[in-house]
C-alpha cells in the first residue's frame, strides 16, 4: 500500500506517505490497495463516458457511479475491503456499459469507435488475492522510480482534488441535484488522468480546472440544502443533552438527517447532531422538527470518547468515521458510503434499527445545565446584513475580517487557528466554517454595533458563503477580493480541502495560510511553480501573533 492523501501521511527521513498498514488513518493495506483500484476503474469509466458524451448519449446512470464510488475512498470514509471488491465488480459493469453504449453510438453515426487504453481496458481480477496483487501497478506513485515525485504529485493533486469535488457533488444528488455541465467536466478531467499525464505545468494549470468544477458544485450544492431545507437562520443551538431516549447523527448529510427525524416523529426520542452536522439546526425545514434537540460533541477526531460516552445509537451519514471503540461499536451505524467491518450497515433508508436500539438504550437521565451558542451565517444571512457590515467598516468599527475554517484534526499545531481567533482585535470580525471551529465556537467573542464578533457560516460544504459573502464585500467597495481587509486563515485534513483549495486559487486569492502541513505530495518543485506560474501564493502557517500583526497592516481600501 501506499498512501498519502491527508495531513495525517506518516514522514518520516526515509520518505513521505503510509507505506505499512495500518495508515494513520487506521486503513489496512487490503482496503487501501482495493481503492485504488477502484479509482483505476473509475478513470476508465469516465474514459467512455466521455466518448458516449461526444456522441449525443449523456449518461447520469454512469455518472453517479462516478461520484459515489470516488466519494467511498476519501480519508475517513469507507475501511471495509468486502464493499470494494463489490464496489469494483458494479464499477467494471457499469464501464462496460457505458462503453457498449458508446460504441452503438459511434456506428450509428458512421464513426469508427476508439480503442482505448490504460483504465479503460484494466481487467480487475476475480479473487481477492489476485486483486491485489494488481494493486501496485494502479497506486498513486506507481511509476514514480522513472517518473519522479513532483509527476505523481501533480497527478495527486488532480486526483485528491476530484476525490473532494465528489463528495460535495454526492450530497447534492442524494437532494436531486445534478448538473450535466459539472457531470462532463468531471469526465474530462479524469479521463485526462487516465492519460497518465507527465507534463508539470499542464497539471498545474488542470488542477485549477479542478478547482472552477468545485465551484460549480459548491454552488449547486448550495442551491440543493437552501431550496430543500430553507436558507439557514440565526439560531441558537443548544449543545448539553436534555433528559429522555437519544440518537446522535454525525457526518455531513442533512437528506440523512431529515430521513431520521421524518421516522423519530412521536417516537419520544430526540435526535442530536454531531460534528459537522451543526449547521443542520439553523436549516428552517430541519430545526422544525421539536425533537431536534441541539448538538453535542465537536469535531470527528474527540469522536471515540463523545460517542462512548453517548446513551443511544450513533449514526455515520459520511466522513469522518474513525475505528469505533469497543464500547459503541455494537450500537453505531453507518449509511452510503461509509463503512466499517463489523459495524451495521443502513443501506435501504429504513431506520427502524436504529430507532430500536434508541428505545432499548438508557438514553439521558436528566437535563443538563442549558449551554448554547449561535449559528447560521450563511450568506443569505449575512447578505442581509451587508449595507449594516460596508458601514462598519467605512466607520471604522470593523478593522479586519478573518476566514479562520476548514477541517480539524489531532496535530498540536492546529492550536494556531484557535489562537487567531482568540487574539484577533475587538474591533475584527471572525467568520468560520468546516470542524475546525469547535476549537474557540464556544469561546466569548461579543459583537460590533450588533454584529457577532464570530460568525459561523456552516460546514466545509458552506465554503461558497463565504466566497459569496468576500465577492459582496469586494462590489461593495468597488475592488478585488484581494484588496479587502480580509485574512483566510485554512486548516486543511482532506481531500475535500483540497478541493477547496483548489477553488481558491482558481480564484486568484493571494495570501491564503495554510496548515498545519503544506499536502505531502505537493513537492518543492510544485509549491514553485504554483507560486511563479499563477502568481499565487501557498503560504504555511506561521507564528499566529506574527501572522495576525501582518494581515493587520491590510486595512480596507474604501
Known sequence: MFCYQCEQTTRTPAGIGCASAPGTCGKDEATADLQDILTHLIKGVAQYARRARAMGVADRYTDDFIFYGLFTTLTNVNFTATRFVHLIQEATKRRERIKLLYEEAAREQGKTPEILSGPANFQPADGLEQLLRQASGVAINSGVDHLGSDVIG???????????????????????????????????????????????????????????????????????????????????????????????????????????????????????????????????????????????????????????????????????????????????????????????????????????????????????????????????????????????????????????????????????????????PADSVVMTLGCGKYRFNRHEFGDIGGIPRLLDIGQCNDAHSAIRVAGALAEAFNCGVNDLPLSIMLSWFEQKATAIHLSLLALGIKGIKLGPTLPAYLTPTLVQKLQSRFDLDLDLIGEAQADLQAALTHTATA
Not at 479542478?210 to 465551484?215: K, S
Not at 439557514?232 to 448529510?253: F, M
Not at 451543526?278 to 460533541?297: D, E, F, Q, S, V
Not at 444571512?381 to 476548514?406: E, P, Y
Request: proline share 5%; hydrophobic share 40%; aromatic share 8%.
Open 154 to 424: 501533480a497527478r495527486a493533486l488532480i486526483l485528491y482534488g476530484m476525490k473532494g469535488v465528489a463528495a460535495y457533488a454526492q450530497h447534492a444528488r442524494v437532494l436531486g441535484y445534478q448538473s450535466d455541465e459539472v457531470d462532463a467536466q468531471a469526465e474530462v478531467i479524469l479521463d485526462y488522468l487516465a492519460s497518465n499525464p507527465t507534463d508539470i505545468d499542464a497539471m498545474l494549470e488542470e488542477s485549477l480546472e479542478v478547482g472552477r468544477l468545485n465551484l460549480k458544485v459548491m454552488e449547486l450544492l448550495d442551491a440543493a440544502n437552501t431550496e430543500t431545507f430553507g436558507a439557514q437562520e440565526i439560531t441558537s443551538v443548544r449543545i448539553s443533552p436534555i433528559k429522555g431516549k437519544a440518537i446522535l447523527v454525525s457526518g455531513h448529510d442533512l437528506h440523512d438527517l431529515k430521513q431520521i427525524l421524518e421516522q423519530t416523529k412521536d417516537q419520544g426520542i430526540n435526535v442530536y447532531t454531531h460534528g459537522e452536522m451543526l449547521p443542520a439546526n439553523a436549516y428552517p425545514t430541519l430545526k422544525a422538527y421539536p425533537h431536534l434537540a441541539g448538538n453535542l460533541g465537536g469535531a470527528w477526531q474527540d469522536q471515540q470518547r463523545e460517542f462512548a460516552d453517548f446513551p443511544g445509537p450513533i449514526v455515520m451519514t459520511s466522513n469522518c468515521i474513525i475505528e469505533p471503540g469497543k464500547n459503541y461499536k455494537n450500537r453505531i451505524f453507518t449509511l452510503g458510503p461509509v463503512g466499517w467491518p463489523g459495524v451495521r450497515h443502513i443501506d435501504d433508508g429504513d431506520f427502524t434499527p436504529v430507532i430500536q436500539a434508541a428505545k432499548a438504550l438508557p438514553g439521558f437521565a436528566a437535563d443538563a445545565e442549558d449551554q448554547r451558542i449561535t449559528i447560521g451565517f450563511g450568506h443569505h444571512t449575512l447578505l442581509g446584513a451587508a449595507d449594516k457590515i460596508v458601514d462598519a467598516v467605512k466607520s471604522g468599527d470593523i478593522r479586519h475580517f478573518f476566514l479562520v475554517g476548514g477541517c480539524d484534526g489531532a496535530s498540536p499545531a492546529r492550536n494556531y487557528f484557535t489562537e487567531v481567533a482568540d487574539h484577533a
